[in-house]
């Protein structure tokens, strides 16, 4: 039989499958205990509550079955403007906002409109994955900024940027998930936030707000947005249902100036002309009627009581073996420096074990920055399960400290 390799595009020779989808693959197996994914909790799906949006597929079928258009049903737009008003600073306007397939096509989205090969983007390192991987397809390169527990350092930022164009390159924007970052668990200090926005405008480069788990805060008050500082136009905010509602319904939202926003529609036209409508009426009658705002403090306490569980796990099991971590006050994911043990070694140990966790080298720019870090999720399994889980992880570091 023939094969396709020859053919490929040069993007998909360099193309590289995600470890968390290779990983999920394994989820399923008997015993598995998963720390890999990022996946809510399946029992917080608000299922009954969003069913009754089902009645509009009665009484307005038609319509919702047929195309939508691109730029999103607007209702579900104008339900956002307001509702993330306090976040954004001031109610934003239709023109600003459009609705997408998951926030992750936003990142495609964003890599047509504003990457040509060979523009840098500087983000943090570690950083989210499946962000590095859509950039990359666009043919951007990447120079990385430290963080630590108040997020990304931008004061390295300025240095940075004045070096690399001294090299001749073009620094187009800096990437930055700002609240409970994917994977580090840090939030940017709102010090941070307002320094980031002098350092884009002195520097005429732009910035891509990604904010998923925002919403999903367990200990301190709401940060305003870099968005919300931000009264030159520089920055983009992404947003999404995923996390505070359910993946499933693929909704995602993207905020900016007019222009940018028009020209995202443009590419998304081209892309998949509209995301579902269906999904799109379903989620705006559960937001009119309330639920998303009745219902988010469940997803908040019963992943604020996961969370606590794996800290204490990870100061019963963890702590004596030298793993250190930076406690999360919300999101998803504990970010570990596992005491020295090589963490693509520890992954396929813990495997063994029916533990799955993320080695950090895929999050990194440098993957020798990542070669001692992992990712840890515990937004999917239940308090005794984490446990559990937590125990086998350090049964597998333990053999590797200990010499055979």
Same mark, same amino acid.
């Given at each position: 039989?023939?094969?396709w390799?020859?053919?490929?595009?040069?993007?998909?020779?360099?193309?590289?499958?995600?470890?968390?989808?290779?990983?999920?693959?394994?989820?399923n197996?008997?015993?598995?205990?998963?720390?890999?994914?990022?996946?809510p909790?399946?029992?917080?799906?608000?299922?009954?509550q969003?069913?009754?949006?089902?009645?509009?597929?009665?009484?307005?079928?038609?319509?919702?079955?047929?195309?939508?258009?691109?730029?999103?049903?607007?209702?579900?737009?104008?339900?956002?403007?307001?509702?993330?008003?306090?976040?954004?600073?001031?109610?934003?306007?239709?023109?600003?906002?459009?609705?997408?397939?998951g926030?992750?096509?936003?990142?495609?989205?964003?890599?047509?409109?504003?990457?040509?090969?060979?523009?840098?983007?500087?983000?943090?390192?570690?950083?989210?994955?499946?962000?590095?991987?859509?950039?990359?397809?666009?043919?951007?390169?990447?120079?990385?900024?430290?963080m630590?527990?108040?997020?990304?350092i931008?004061?390295d930022?300025?240095?940075?940027?004045?070096?690399?164009?001294?090299?001749?390159k073009?620094?187009?924007?800096?990437?930055?998930?700002?609240?409970?970052?994917?994977?580090?668990?840090?939030?940017?200090?709102?010090?941070?936030?307002?320094?980031?926005?002098?350092?884009a405008?002195?520097?005429?480069?732009?910035?891509?707000?990604?904010?998923?788990?925002?919403?999903?805060?367990?200990?301190g008050? #709401? %940060? /305003?947005? =870099?968005?919300?500082?931000?009264?030159?136009?520089?920055?983009?905010?992404?947003? +999404? &249902?995923?996390?505070i @509602?359910?993946?499933?319904?693929?909704?995602?939202?993207?905020?900016?100036?007019?222009?940018?926003v028009?020209?995202?529609?443009?590419?998304?036209?081209?892309l998949?002309?509209?995301?579902?409508?269906?999904?799109?009426?379903?989620?705006?009658?559960?937001?009119?009627?309330?639920?998303?705002?009745? #219902? %988010? /403090?469940? =997803?908040?306490?019963?992943?604020?009581?996961?969370?606590?569980?794996?800290?204490k +796990? &990870?100061?019963?099991? @963890?702590?004596p073996?030298?793993?250190?971590?930076?406690?999360?006050?919300?999101?998803?994911?504990?970010?570990?420096?596992?005491?020295?043990?090589?963490?693509?070694?520890?992954?396929?140990?813990?495997?063994?074990k029916?533990?799955?966790?993320?080695?950090?080298?895929?999050f990194?720019?440098?993957?020798?920055?990542?070669i001692?870090?992992a990712?840890?999720?515990?937004?999917?399994?239940?308090?005794?399960?984490?446990?559990?889980?937590?125990?086998?992880?350090?049964?597998?570091?333990?053999?590797?400290?200990?010499?055979?």
């Open positions: 039989m023939s094969s390799t020859a053919s490929f595009s040069d993007i998909a020779q360099k193309a590289k499958p995600s470890p968390v989808r290779e990983l999920l693959k394994l989820v197996r008997p015993g598995m205990i998963s720390f890999g994914g990022g996946m909790a399946p029992e917080v799906f608000p299922i009954d969003f069913f009754e949006g089902a009645e509009q597929l009665k009484t307005n079928g038609k319509l919702l079955l047929q195309y939508g258009t691109t730029e999103g049903y607007s209702p579900l737009r104008e339900f956002l403007c307001k509702w993330t008003a306090p976040r954004m600073g001031r109610e934003l306007t239709l023109d600003e906002i459009i609705l997408t397939t926030s992750q096509q936003v990142l495609d989205l964003f890599g047509w409109a504003v990457i040509d090969p060979g523009d840098v983007v500087i983000t943090e390192d570690p950083s989210y994955m499946a962000a590095l991987n859509a950039f990359s397809n666009h043919g951007a390169d990447f120079a990385s900024v430290r630590d527990g108040d997020g990304m931008v004061s930022i300025p240095p940075l940027i004045e070096k690399l164009r001294k090299e001749g073009k620094v187009k924007f800096i990437y930055t998930i700002v609240n409970f970052q994917n994977p580090g668990g840090a939030t940017m200090s709102v010090e941070r936030r307002k320094e980031l926005v002098s350092i405008e002195k520097y005429e480069v732009k910035i891509y707000e990604d904010d998923p788990y925002g919403y999903i805060r367990f200990d008050e #709401h %940060l /305003p947005s =870099i968005f919300s500082f931000d009264k030159a136009g520089n920055t983009v905010y992404a947003g +999404s &249902f995923s996390k @509602l359910s993946p499933g319904v693929r909704i995602g939202w993207v905020s900016g100036p007019k222009d940018i028009r020209q995202l529609a443009v590419f998304k036209q081209s998949d002309l509209c995301s579902s409508t269906v999904t799109q009426v379903l989620t705006y009658e559960y937001c009119r009627k309330g639920y998303l705002d009745s #219902h %988010l /403090p469940n =997803i908040i306490a019963n992943y604020r009581v996961k969370r606590d569980a794996m800290e +796990s &990870f100061e019963r099991h @963890l702590s073996l030298g793993v250190t971590w930076v406690k999360p006050q919300g999101g998803f994911f504990y970010w570990l420096n596992v005491g020295g043990v090589n963490s693509d070694e520890l992954a396929v140990r813990a495997l063994d029916n533990v799955a966790i993320l080695p950090g080298a895929p990194c720019i440098d993957p020798e920055a990542g001692h870090s990712r840890v999720n515990y937004t999917f399994s239940q308090p005794d399960v984490i446990e559990e889980g937590v125990s086998r992880l350090a049964q597998a570091i333990q053999e590797m400290k200990t010499p055979a």
